[in-house]
């Protein structure tokens, strides 16, 4: 199989060939001025092309309402978008190389006739690979996708890749994904959530599911419980407006968790196929035991930040930003305890938990596994902490293994040791960021990392009742210092199981 003339025809399909060029492609960016695009996925683009990866033919056309001509697009780029490549990876051969390759065309999506521009720019390659990357709000996204497909532009070799949340709730996301359907079909849909790009997050399977090792041991019969954790320090930063419609559940809970949560717990597919893959990640969130109301207020833990200070300063609490409402509930923090209905999980408990305004930014998996049911040694802490598995997805990627060993000395007193891989040591090479495999999955037309339609809204079908007993529920969200590991109470869920959260 060529990789040069395979990705026009795949979609669906993975190419296992993913270190060589791709045939030349239409990128489309729309939102093309914003955060996103400058932060993200323009700079991913860079490198790729850095790689060798992007022909020099290919055409990245940036889609805003904004005024500007190529040259002065291309000035913001140097500004915006050269400011989040590090001096040691930027190379400017290969930036003026991109920027010939990046166009930009002015659109109001909202009005038809303005799609013209790119039925101009683009109309000349029709067999060509054509994405259209919705970086806008979720509100715009039906009106683009009518827009295209009314221009001609959707070809059989077109995809469409849409950034979260995808709706606000299950009737929400299902309309959405009702509006896509009608212009796509479900093989041509990439909907995105990028911590599924990130190099832990795909290890997991290969350390699950290419190791003799773990996977004998990975269930009930083993493990105690499994933390997941995804902290910030941030606050909202300017999004008051956006996340106090928002909250941490719908946030961060619905996608990022929730997808951490099904990868470490899913069954080994048949095959690599993206389907396969998907297929078992959906019969976990189905798995997921819904809890009634009562067992949603037990089980669950909601906060607010409170003004706190870090070592570089105070900073004020959720409530003292000007737009947000004095009487906001919305919660910045979020716990929960989940259990999966399966034989392979029963009786183990999962909790998730995420906020800003944190201690500190990181986001791991602890796999603590169950103590030895006779010990017939000594050990410095009474094993009191049994045999771990903690997996780093930020800031530092890594992996450690916490084992018991011998102490040095006469005595035989056991104490814990690790084994620890940092992925910056054992591979000399610059770390992709997540929209680098991404954005190549999206033009060769691999979904296995893309969320499929059941699987969003099967998410949404067990996060609902936890809003919604939440909104019908009387106590506002439990405040926390900011700067904190979180309220009280968060400790409080997980301590009753004899338990504390893995706080390094």
Request: glycine letters at 4%; hydrophobic letters at 35%.
């Given at each position: 199989m060529n990789p040069t003339t395979d990705a026009g025809n795949t979609a669906g399909t993975p190419d296992a060939r993913k270190t060589g060029p791709v045939s030349p492609f239409d990128f489309i960016l729309f939102g093309g001025t914003g955060d996103l695009s400058m932060r993200k996925l323009l700079p991913a683009l860079y490198f790729r092309h850095c790689e060798g990866q992007l022909p020099q033919d290919s055409r990245i056309v940036a889609v805003a309402?904004?005024?500007?001509?190529?040259?002065?697009?291309?000035?913001?780029?140097?500004?915006?978008?050269?400011?989040?490549?590090?001096?040691?990876?930027?190379?400017?051969?290969?930036?003026?190389?991109?920027?010939?390759?990046?166009?930009?065309?002015?659109?109001?999506?909202?009005?038809?006739?303005?799609?013209?521009?790119l039925v101009d720019f683009v109309i000349d390659e029709p067999s060509r690979v054509r994405v259209f990357y919705l970086s806008t709000a979720p509100s715009l996204f039906n009106r683009i996708c009518q827009g295209v497909h009314e221009a001609g532009l959707v070809t059989p070799g077109s995809r469409v890749a849409l950034e979260k949340p995808l709706g606000r709730?299950?009737?929400?996301?299902?309309?959405?994904?009702?509006?896509?359907?009608?212009?796509?079909?479900e093989s041509q849909i990439f909907r995105i959530d990028h911590y599924l790009g990130k190099e832990t997050v795909q290890n997991l399977l290969a350390l699950r599911f290419g190791?003799?090792?773990?996977?004998?041991?990975?269930?009930?019969?083993?493990?105690?419980?499994?933390?997941?954790?995804?902290?910030?320090?941030?606050?909202?930063?300017g999004r008051?407006?956006?996340?106090?419609?928002?909250?941490?559940?719908?946030?961060?809970?619905q996608n990022h968790l929730l997808q951490l949560l099904v990868i470490l717990a899913m069954e080994p597919p048949a095959t690599n196929h993206p389907d396969a893959v998907r297929d078992e990640k959906i019969k976990v969130l189905r798995s997921l035991r819904q809890m009634t109301k009562t067992e949603i207020l037990d089980n669950t833990v909601r906060g607010q930040y409170k003004?706190?200070?870090?070592a570089d300063g105070a900073v004020p609490g959720y409530l003292d930003n000007d737009d947000i409402p004095d009487d906001s509930h919305t919660e910045t923090y979020a716990a929960i305890r989940a259990e999966i209905n399966s034989w392979r999980w029963s009786g183990v408990p999962f909790f998730?938990?995420?906020?800003?305004?944190?201690?500190?930014?990181?986001?791991?998996?602890?796999?603590?596994?169950?103590?030895?049911?006779?010990?017939?040694?000594?050990?410095?802490?009474?094993?009191?902490?049994?045999?771990?598995?903690?997996?780093?997805?930020?800031?530092?990627?890594?992996?450690k293994f916490r084992v018991y060993v011998k102490a040095w000395g006469d005595d035989m007193h056991l104490q814990p040791v690790h084994l620890d891989m940092d992925f910056n040591d054992v591979f000399k090479k610059r770390q992709m960021i997540a929209y680098e495999r991404l954005l190549m999955d999206i033009i060769r037309g691999d979904l296995t990392w893309f969320m499929r339609r059941d699987e969003v809204e099967a998410a949404w079908e067990w996060i609902d009742p936890i809003r919604n007993a939440w909104d019908q529920s009387s106590q506002p969200p439990k405040g926390y210092t900011a700067g904190s590991w979180g309220p009280a109470a968060a400790s409080g869920l997980i301590s009753r199981e004899g338990l504390t959260w893995y706080e390094e």
């Open positions: 309402r904004a005024e500007h001509s190529a040259e002065e697009f291309r000035e913001i780029m140097e500004s915006e978008a050269r400011s989040h490549i590090s001096e040691s990876d930027f190379h400017q051969v290969c930036w003026d190389q991109f920027l010939d390759m990046v166009h930009y065309r002015q659109v109001d999506v909202t009005e038809q006739a303005d799609y013209r521009q709730d299950l009737e929400t996301a299902q309309e959405i994904n009702d509006q896509l359907a009608k212009y796509f079909s190791n003799v090792l773990f996977e004998p041991l990975w269930r009930s019969e083993h493990i105690s419980d499994v933390q997941i954790t995804i902290a910030e320090k941030l606050g909202v930063e008051g407006k956006f996340y106090d419609q928002t909250g941490a559940l719908r946030d961060m809970v003004a706190g200070a870090y998730l938990r995420t906020g800003k305004r944190l201690e500190d930014k990181i986001t791991e998996i602890i796999i603590n596994f169950k103590k030895v049911p006779h010990s017939v040694y000594e050990t410095a802490d009474g094993f009191s902490t049994p045999n771990q598995l903690v997996i780093r997805l930020q800031p530092q990627e890594s992996i």
